[in-house]
Each structure stands twice: as C-alpha cells, then as structure tokens.
C-alpha cells in the first residue's frame, strides 16, 4: 500500500494521479463487503457484542452522564440552503391555553375544565446537528456499503442500509482522543488532519488502546472555536481525519468514529476526491461516522479526572430508511 | 385522602363531584414545586444522581441493549389530523447517483468523481411516537411544572421546562411490569386501569421493589394488540394506569414512568377530568412521562430469563423548547 | 386509428392487447412534440396569444368572478400517506399578543407598543388540492414533454417543463361542460367516461363550440358528491374523461382541460396502462392537466344565466421546478 | 388632523410624542370597522363590485398578461430565521422513473408498464415571497380588522379574517405608480418615502386618476436593486409608503395596494411605531396589502406603451385560516 502521510498531516500530498492509486489500495485494504454476509446492514457495528456491552458498563464509575449533543433549534450551524437549521413549530401553546383558546380542547377530546397542552412538530434535515451517517447516506460508482446497489435509495427512502439498521447497536466503549489539548493548542485549523502517528501518541500518552468494537471520539475543538459565529462550519474548510486514518481504523475494528467537526474527515480533502475517509471507511469499511458530536464538556470532564474511556450509549431514531439521523448522544463515566 | 380507587379498577367512578375533590386532594398529596428550587426544570429526574446511575450500569450482567422505540414511519400509529406519522421527504438520492444527477455534486462541492449520497429532511410531530412529554408539554389552570406561567410557551417554543432539560438525566434503573403477563392475557382491554395493588403484586412476585430514581415501565399489552392496525390507538379509548398511581408513584419517588399506549394513563379517563394522572403527577410532581415505548421485546426477553430490572437509557433529542421528542430509549441488560 | 370507443364508454374495452395498439396510435396522433420548437416547455398554452387573451376579457359581461378553488386545510380530499392534506403551521399568533408574548416583536423589531401579528408556515403536497400538473408531472418510457429526459427531474427538481413555466399563462376563454346537467343526474359514477360524444353533444345543447387555445373544464359532479365524506376520492375509482377524448382534445387545440376529480380521466382506466389520457395528451400533447377543479358554484351559475363561456384566469405559483401548483382558478363571467 | 409630512418625506418626524397623536388621528380618520356590517371579513375589497370588474376586463387591449411574482425557491429573499425561503421537496423523480425504482408505481396504483412521474411537498412560510397579508395578520392593542379579537387566531389558524375570505375577491382595475420613474433615478434609497404629493403627481403627468375599487401598485426599484443580492431586503431598512399614505388610501377609497418591498411601508418607520400604515390602512381601514410584488417587467411595459393601468387579477390560495398566502399576480394589457 502507498504510504503517502507525512506525521502531522497538513497540506493535500502531491501525487501525479490526484490519489487515485491510493484510494483505490485503501479501499481494498479496508473493505468489510461481505464480512458479516451478503444480508448485513450493520457493518462495523458487528463487532459490538455483549463482551463489549458488558465491558462498556464497566466503565460507569462516578456516575456521570455527560451530553455530546449540541441543541437543535435556530442557533444551529447550518445556514441554510443545502441543509437548514431545524424549525419548531408548535400546534399548541401555553398562550392558546391562557387565552382560553383551548375549550373545548383541540382533537375532539371535550372540554378543558383547567387542562392544557402544548404540541409542535419539527422540520429537521436528519444531518442538521449531532447525527450518525447511515450506511445508506454515501454511494461509490454506484454501490453504497456491501455491494447494494445505490439504486436502493430512492425518494422513498433507503430500502436497505437505512439509518434504523443502527438503533439499539451504539452501545459500547468510546475513547476520546482530544488533539488540541495533546498539540497544547485551542484548536486545529481548519484544513489540518489528524493521522494515525498522532493518535497513537495520545493513546500512549494516557495508557490507552483501542480495541474492536471500541467507538474512537476524536476532538480538534473546531466546534469550540465556531460555537455562535459558524461561519461556513457546516461545509467548509475543516480540521479532521486524514484519509491515512482509514487503515488505522481497519487494523483496529472500530466500529463507529466521530468527531466534533462537520463531516469526520479533514476539508479540504487530502486527495482530488471529495471525503475519500467515507468512500474507504464509511462505504466499503461499514464504520458508523458521527458528525457534530459535542466533544468540549466531556473534554472537560476528562481533562479533569485523566480517565478518556466511558461508556458510550448514543442510538439514533429509527427513521425508517433515512440517511441519518439526530441522536441524543451519552458518555457515562 | 379520599380513596376510591377498587382493586383493578375498570369503570369510572361515580363520585358527586366528577372527581373533582380527589383530584384537588392528589395534587395536593403528589406536588413537588419548590422542591428542588424555584429554577428547577428537571423536576423527578433529579431524584436521578451519581449513585442512581452506578446502580444501573450494574445491572447490565448479558451485554443485550433491547430497543424500546417504534418506527418513526408512515406505518406509524398517528392517523392524521391532530397528529401526522412522519414523513421523510428524500432531498438527494441513489438513483440521482445512479442517473447521473449528482455531477457535479449538490451543495457546490465540485465533481462527483464517482462520489454520490443521500440526504432527507423530516417533517415530524415531536409526540408522533414513542415520546417523552417534556414539563411544558401540559398546563394545569394556567401554570405549567414549577408554578411557571403557560404563557411562557409561546409560537416560539417553551422558554422554560422544554424536553431540552432533560437530554442527558435519563439514565437510570428500569423496571418493567408486564400486566397482562401478569394477568394470563394477551391484552388488557381499553378502559382497564392498572392501579397500585397490581402493580405491587407484580413487583412482589418477581421479587422486585422500586427505588427513588428508577423508570417504572408498564407494559398493557396494547401496543402488540393494534400494531400494524392502529384503529384509534392514538388517542382513542384505552387501557393504562389508573390515576390511582399517582400517590403511588410519589410515595416511590419514581422520576420517570412510561407505557406501551399512546397516553400512559387509562382512557376514557376514571374521573371528569382529561387525563388527571398528568395532571397531577406531570404538572404537579414532575414526572417523565413516556408514551407508545414498545415493550414487547423487552418482555419476551424478562419472561426467559426472570428479570425485571435494567440499566434504561432513554436520552431525548435537545430540541430546545419542545414539548416532546423522540427518543432511541433502550433497556440494556 | 383504432376505434373502440363507445358512444358512452362506461366499461373497459376488450382487447387482446390490453390497449397498447390505441395507446401508441394515439401517440402519434395527438403528440406536439418540436410543435413549437425543441426549447420549448409550455406545450399547449403557446396557443393562447394576445387574440385569445382579448377574446377572454370580451366574456367579462356581468362582473363576476367565481372561485374554483377548494380550501386548502385539514378537510381536503387527502387522507394520507401518498399525499397529505396541507398542514397550517402558526410561527406568531393573536393568543401570543394578547398574552404579551410578542413584547419586544418576534423577528428583532424591538418593542411591540401596541403592535402584533400572526406568521404561518404551509406543508403542503403541491398536488394536496386544486392544482395544475406540469409538463414535469409524468413521464413515459423514460421521456417528458417535447422528448426532455425524465431524468432531468431530480431531488432538487425539474430542471425544465416545471410549474413555473406555465405562471402567467393561462388566461383565456374557458368553456364549462356540465355533463351531470345534461345527462339529468347528480353526478356521474365512479367509472363512468366522458367521451367527444357526450362533450359535442353539450356543446351543441348550448350552442357553443370549442376554439384553439381555449381551456375546457368538464364537471361530471363526482366533487359534489364526496364533499366532506372523502373516502377514496383521491385515487379511487371515479368518473371522468375517456381516453378517447385525446384526438379530440387535439383536433380542436385545446390548451388547458380540469375536471372536479381527482385525475381528470375516468378510473379505473380504459385500458391496461395507468392514466393513460396523462400519457398521450399531456406527455405527448402538452395539455395543461387541472385536477380536482371545484366547479359546483360555476356550475349553478352557468344553469342560472345560461352561458358556459366564461374568462378563465388560473395562473400556478412559479414553484420552481415543481411538478404541480396549488392554484386560484377563476372563472370571471 | 396634524399634518407633519413633508413633500418628500425621507427622514422620520421629530414630534414630541414620538407620533402617538398622529397614529390616532390617522386611526380615527381612516377607520372602516362596521362600514360594511359587524360581520364582515373582506374590509375594503367590499368596495371592489360587478361595476368594478367590468371595467377591468376592459383595460385588456393587447392580450398581454404580465406575472408580478416572484420566483418561489431557494433564491428567494429569506435568508432564514424569521421566515425561510421555500424548500420543495420531491417525494417521486424522473431518476426514480429511469433507475427502475417506480415499479411497481408508489402509491399501489400497479405496475408502471412505462408510465412514471413526479410529486413534490413544498416547505413555505405563506409570506416568504410576493403575497397578500390577511386582514388577521396585523394586530393593534389585541384587535385585528372589524374589532375581532386577536385572540381568534390561535395555533390552529384565524377563526376570522383569514387570507381564504380574499380568494375570488382580488380583480380589479390597477394602476402602476413607478416612483423612480418618475424621479429620474434606478431605486429609491431605504428609508425614502413616497408620500401622497409623490403620487398625485406622477397620476397628474400620466393623466390618470384613482377609483374606489382600485389596486395602487407602487414601485420604488428597491427589488430590481436587490434582486440575487438580497441582503436585508426582508426586513431591514427599506423605501415605500409614508404613513401619510394612510388618508389618500381612505379618500381614494383603494381597496388593495402593493409595492415592490418586504412591506409596503418604508422603513425604518416615520414614528416611533412599528408599521403603523398596517396598523391605519390594513387593520383599521381593511385594506388589502401586497408585498414582494415584482413590479419590474410591468415597469417597462408602461413604459413602452404609456399605459399605466391594467386588469389586476391576483386572487390568494385559500389557505384556511392563514396570515397570508403566496399569489400569482397578473396585470393583464
């Protein structure tokens, strides 16, 4: 396999064929088609069994449930057009109800007699904020993750790989490797990617390894320093994973990554092919990405009691056939 | 306190009143304002802490997550009208992959080079399946959880007590009783009431007591009884607890209860009153209420192997000000 | 040409072929593609010019205009699942304001000093009610209108022959053919065809006949009849046009042809090809397709005076790109 | 009445009460509550009758309808936030169609035997475009048009005086007014005025005078400015009426009137009110207001031929119980 990353990875490598070779090995290196057999939708995540439930239990020491998830609602990082921020919209209100505008009450359910209620309903993009990619949200020459056709996906939904294939299935250990605070910095820059050397000197540096089924959270502090004034967060350039992180993640079975930026890997890519990381390892590989998970508070935490490793309980909604989904995301310590 | 709750209540009572006074007397008896402060928006979930917590992980011994959560689907049980099922409206597809339609890419990320996806939005009434109600999700004459003003849910969502406050403080023992089981039946009939004396037979022949800070799951069959052929399942008569429960669930100090059915509580309602049981232990005792959780696997699994009691993860989406969210709620064991 | 229609079709002819000799004679009979250049993308419209619109006005005799338009809520013909009725969403409402909720404004405008308002959001199926197919609406064998592929009408929409290309085009003379009238029923039955007999029939009752660029809207009472009691009416069996009355529609040069159901050509259709009227007048012809035109008010005021020629303003929103529009026809006599 | 506008009015009044006096003297003067009966929803498009129409009908010489609307898309003036730009949202493509995923045909009507076609759901705030405001959109001191209470408008829509009540009601004579025209320059500035010595004047020079019943369509070059570069076009400063508009409107007897702006009136407002021309002419006189008309193409057909008025047919959805409803607006020469 070439190996064309440098230690630190910071500049798109210069290669006659714009990486082609290289994605092309990478993608043979690290495929999972077939590994769980032709029916499997789950991919990566197969590697989750009870011995690792069991063990990601074990890591509940302080009782300490800490949120990865950013709020869904107008202050979001999606500025519009390809992906909005989600709308609230209530059918029902408080003030309907202080108004005496709900007697008899709205359904047919009689009258009020002193109750009340709110409702609303939500308009979401399912990648809006916090989310976990499907397996049916990326195609490659027209296949998505085990040979399935991209065809598959149509306006009605996903007809396999659908986003429901995850729930109940992201219950494991996670790691956090938190690079700004290795790299004694705020956070990356955008276009700064995150390989394999550097995340094996975090691992090393707080006595850590990542084994099979383990979920890897990887932290660049992107979103600390966009928190409010996003910018072009959601698209634009990025720090992230490198594209040489794909065998890493191979060679160790990780079952699902996530990071704190808006699309795992680092913008722009590395190669002339837009987020090579999800063709290798998302498509062919069947890892699970997370993007926009909330990595600061649980930074925090670790920073402050030395322990990166925890239970991780983060099951997405299952939206049948979706490409993603929002999830309320834990680490329990 | 008056009691006129019958062993297995199954009509409604005849009182004078309406139920007017047993209603009184029960908010009065149940009411936790003011007892975690005047700024509190979590309510019984703060009877959830660090040792709550330890306990549950615990209780994962075989490594098994059982999904409690429906489809989020056009299957799903809302008719229309007061409530839709979600829709998932497809905003880039395979078979534009597929067709060629994704070159250059969508979002104005340049040439496919064989890279295709998907992507949707959903349109989504936050209580259209299985849901957490949020503490301004019901109003009692004007106030919400807490003494605060229903006015303050306005258009723009609740300005306080919003399902937000709650992602990340549902982790915690579960414990389910399974009443038909119980009973010898398939399952309970509209209009059946599960009381206290029920309850506690169930949890006395599993050898099993409930701890301040625990999930009480009650699973009346119904959902398994209307699945695939919802009828009025949203909304309609069915069965659940008897308002009977609420002093019940106070005196456990239990911080979240949910059922298989649409309202938690027994419907048509035992007293004049639509749905007492939120009134008093939702608005008054701050309690999670979750509805149309499907227990079905979960029982199926308790019945082989005997127990009862779980690590229940059930995190709501943080979509700020609403009053409700879907939930990936799980029961590991 | 094949001729199998009867005087009043009112079953499903018998032919060995299931249709598919007539279907594609019909083709070619009545297609209009390159007609009026291959940019083209408003088909039959191009035959309304400026003697047409002046000749329309010319009708303008009493001064009054008559709605053909049904409401757009929750009470419509949509029961669900393949589209949904419109779904009215308040983002401010009076209750608000008289609540002191909008005090300083929603949307930054500073204090309210007296001042309030109601803002809404519409979900809305473009076909949900009244509406205008565009020539984007249906494809055959892979093809649109004028030869365009269908495959330029992706998730982001169409890329030519959308809805927008019709706005500000349809004004003209349009002629009303009540056939419950003439036949003496209340409505015609679900099934029952209306062919070029029975239309030159009422024409030649009324002394009218049809001129190129005029748009013919034929009542067969079936709206009337389903008011508020729906049942299938959106996508059941129904009465309406034959497809015979497609070399009809295109000797005479019609522009635009609605009916008061909800897909213009009787259902279940004459012959083993779906909707096949759509394929060749609309497909072929370029035919603009009004569905679910309420043409009861019309309809009384026609018998009361006696003329059944009318102006006809019903312009579509320019929703770029879509396959239809929500429209306010207007029959102004 | 105090008069404190100036011929040109371009800066807001220095008065001592900041323009409470004047907001009550205009009230007073303009007001048409009960002109035509408590019951009442339609306000000064009662004054629009069969004399009316005909003599708009009349005004068609050439044959020529001109849209006024915009395009209702991504492109649209809604940058987000307060209201979006409408998203559309295809639930069937011409790629499903070619790529062989419409067979059989969603929506159980068989197999496709070569038949395909699109279908779409638009996502659209009613005002996110060219529309008309209801007479339930504006509020002053909890009262809306007729003396309603705004407590009538509620989550679930306007009980009275919703946008359905115009539908059918809008054809009229109209009148163009190009104000930078008449200056000599490309756009009027934000925060210029057009006052009624303004409008007087360019009627004078184009010999034309203003009827009961009439549209006054009012252009400042303020979208032709801003057209693709939108900005704070909806909602930031802005030219447009003066509130001194208010008494012309009502001696005029002008049933509807539309500009080229977000909101008709200019911005920032003359007085220390938030759009108190909608709290004079819409909420107390009942005017119909329009708002984003695209007035450009009329502009220069005026020009071209020196006719500056036109049958004015622009008839809102009737979406029940809405704010507002987007329109396709004609003038027809």
Request: glycine content about 12%.
């Amino acid at each position: 396999m070439t190996d064309i990353a440098p230690a630190r990875p910071t500049a798109r490598p210069v290669t006659e064929d714009g990486g082609t070779q290289l994605l092309h090995d990478y993608i043979a290196a690290c495929s999972n088609w077939g590994r769980w057999g032709e029916d499997d939708q789950v991919g990566a995540l197969n590697l989750v069994g009870p011995e690792q439930v069991v063990r990601a239990a074990g890591l509940v020491r302080r009782g300490t449930p800490i949120s990865l998830t950013m709020p869904y609602d107008q202050t979001g990082p999606q500025p519009g057009g390809f992906r909005n921020n989600p709308q609230l919209l209530l059918t029902a209100t408080g003030t309907d109800h202080v108004g005496n505008a709900q007697d008899p009450l709205p359904g047919g359910f009689g009258p009020s007699r002193g109750f009340g209620f709110s409702d609303d309903v939500v308009v979401m993009a399912t990648q809006c904020g916090t989310q976990w990619d499907s397996l049916s949200h990326i195609f490659w020459e027209g296949r998505m993750f085990n040979g399935r056709s991209a065809g598959q996906v149509t306006t009605r939904g996903a007809e396999a790989n659908g986003i429901e294939n995850f729930t109940g299935r992201i219950v494991m250990r996670g790691v956090l490797v938190d690079v700004p605070a290795h790299r004694g910095v705020a956070a990356l820059d955008p276009g700064e990617a995150v390989g394999p050397a550097e995340v094996d000197a975090f691992l090393d540096a707080h006595d850590l390894s990542v084994a099979p089924g383990d979920a890897l959270l990887v932290r660049t502090g992107f979103m600390a320093s966009r928190r409010g004034a996003w910018g072009d967060y959601a698209g634009g350039a990025a720090p992230g994973l490198s594209l040489h992180m794909a065998p890493w993640l191979r060679a160790h079975d990780v079952a699902a990554v996530a990071t704190d930026t808006w699309g795992v890997e680092v913008r722009p890519n590395e190669i002339d092919y837009f987020q090579p990381l999800h063709v290798v390892s998302l498509v062919h590989g069947g890892v699970a990405f997370g993007e926009m998970f909330d990595l600061d508070a649980l930074a925090q935490d670790c920073a402050r009691d030395g322990v990166y490793e925890f239970m991780f309980v983060a099951s997405p909604l299952p939206l049948t056939g979706a490409s993603g989904s929002p999830v309320s995301a834990l680490a329990i310590k």
